[in-house]
Nanobody, 116 residues
Framework: QVQLVESGGGLVQPGGSLTLSCVASGSMFSAYAMGWYRQTPGKQRELVASMGSVAARNYADSAKGRFTISRDNAKNTVYLQMNSLKPEDTAVYYC??????????WGQGTQVTVSS
């Protein structure tokens, strides 16, 4: 069982930056592929960025060049550095952990609001 706790969301002006963090409980964190998803009301949850256990990264087109996903296996933590934020980035951001054997887990979400 893995528990994920996100933090770092908030209100930021357009063009600003935020860094989201997600701390995972349990062992074998390094064996999980980690990802960040986001969701707005009435829309499906969408992938923002993901990072496999061997450091391969994948980004949504909307995130390329602006967002960076990283992980610190010693701290059981995955980060999402978000720069040049736009109002359309406003959403609830969710942390995801996935392993083919041990299953998939979600955090509770953290709100990011980009507005002047």
């Amino acid at each position: 069982q893995v528990q994920l706790v996100e933090s770092g969301g908030g209100l930021v002006q357009p063009g600003g930056s935020l860094t989201l963090s997600c701390v995972a409980s349990g062992s074998m964190f390094s064996a999980y592929a980690m990802g960040w998803y986001r969701q707005t009301p009435g829309k499906q949850r969408e992938l923002v960025a993901s990072m496999g256990s061997v450091a391969a990264r994948n980004y949504a087109d909307s995130a390329k060049g602006r967002f960076t996903i990283s992980r610190d296996n010693a701290k059981n933590t995955v980060y999402l550095q978000m720069n040049s934020l736009k109002p359309e980035d406003t959403a609830v951001y969710y942390c995801n952990a996935k392993n083919d054997v041990w299953g998939e887990y979600w955090g509770q979400g953290t709100q990011v609001t980009v507005s002047s």
